[in-house]
């Protein structure tokens, strides 16, 4: 028999969907925040180990309501292996509806999980904050246990639902196989998926942007577990036909992981682009000039260069800028989220563009 897997309190028990806390950041007025972990288990506890983890954006619910409607007691009937979820990775954020935790608020938490080994690591000079620590234990446990893990998010209230793709990088030339062999295995993970994988940034924007230090980032780049990023829905609100998509999405994957029986099951009707070639995130493009614009374009819509995206206007309304007001994409590319908002500062990016992506997605990690 195995030995069971223990996240906190709550401890693995085959056949069983068992409740438990892991104890995050220690509170000044007593007590700690403490992260929810589910974990259900199949009769026989052989099999894979899937995390599921949610809400580090405290703003983002529809990763929530995804591991509440796939981790209930139906789940065991066919379950081979085991899930480890958790609904949120930042209570603090979630009870105030906001991106940050209140008690570190100018930092991104999805930016504090333990960076590549090889980078110079944070100003050793800086302690680690109490939220960084807590991502650190609970790091450990995902090294120790997860064979894949999923970290949920939502991009925009008006886009479509998509995934993200990282780079993996190596540090030694004679790591590169491990490296491909990994990437290999995320791309399986986004076929099964089925949903539009979009590239990350650039290798050098991504860890520009600490991007490899963000949850799945991490997972993948630390301890080489293969690891994905889902977009799902609008900040603030659930968007329940994404969350459905989404549920049988990871539903499909772990049927590609031998964690579930049966062939694929076909999403609902949400648009899936799939040009043929890879693509990547941008935001693009920016209005020149303070305004307010009207969208012209939705999401999922695929664009051309020089195609017009915004009608770009005054307070009265009157067209303003070049081109009659007309604000055009310089790429070709598809239109992945339009950015909120009427009102529009000079060099605001008004929508998420994914665009042909030609950059390695294994690649070693840059000297000095
Ligand atoms: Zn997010």
Redesign the pocket.
Known sequence: MLSAIEIGTARSKPGEIVYGTFEAVPLPTGGADQLPVIIAQGKSEKGPVLWLTAN??GG?YDGVAVIHHLVKPELLTNLRGTVIALPTLNPAGLRVGQ?AAYYLPDKDP?RLFPSLPSLNETDDSTPPSALEQSYERLFERIDATADYLIDL???GIRSIPFAFRDPVFYREPRDRTVAVKLQNIVGEMLDALGLTVVNEHSPQKYLKADLHRSVSGSALNRARIPAITI?IGGQRTLNVSHIKAVVIGIQNVMRWAGMLPGPAEPLPNIPVIRPGYPIRRTTHPRVPLACLIHHLVQPGDRLYAGDPVARLVDIYGRPVGKSDGFLRTDYDGFVIGLFPGLAFYPNDAIMGLAIRDDHELVLPVPQG
């Open positions: 580090i954006h983002e991106r999805n998010h939502d991009y977009e």
